[in-house]
C-alpha cells in the first residue's frame, strides 16, 4: 500500500471527512512521526511496531564496478521492530 491507497482507503471509510481533510491528517502524522526521529525519539503504535533510529559507522566500502576502496561516512538510518500482534497476524495468513 501506498501513501495515496491509505489516504483513499480513509477518505471511503469517513464518509464525513473530505478528501482533502484526510491529506492532511496523514501528512501531519507523517510529519510528527519523521520529526520524533529527527530528534532522536522513538516512535511507537501499540500492537503494530516501534520505529526508531539506529547509528552506522563509518566503514570502507567497495565500488562494485571497480572493485575500488570507497569511505562510507557514518549515518543514522531508521529501524522497524514489528509488535506482538503484528507478528501473530501475519503468522496466521500463512497458516489459513
Do not use: W, Y
Not at 489516504?7 to 496523514?26: F, G, M, S
Not at 501531519?28 to 500492537?47: I, P, Q
Not at 526508531?52 to 522497524?80: D, I, L, Y
Amino acid at each position: 500500500m501506498i501513501k495515496s491507497e491509505l489516504i483513499e482507503r480513509l477518505a471511503a471509510e469517513n464518509p464525513h471527512l473530505t478528501h482533502k481533510d484526510v491529506e492532511k491528517i496523514v501528512a501531519v502524522v507523517f510529519d510528527c512521526m519523521t520529526k520524533a526521529l529527527v530528534e532522536g525519539g522513538r516512535v511507537e503504535l501499540r500492537g503494530f511496531g516501534a520505529f526508531s533510529v539506529r547509528s552506522r559507522p563509518e566503514r570502507q566500502g567497495r565500488n562494485p564496478r571497480t572493485g575500488e576502496a570507497v569511505h562510507v561516512p557514518a549515518k543514522s538510518v531508521p529501524f522497524f521492530k514489528s509488535g506482538k500482534e503484528l507478528r501473530e497476524r501475519l503468522n496466521l495468513s500463512g497458516d489459513a
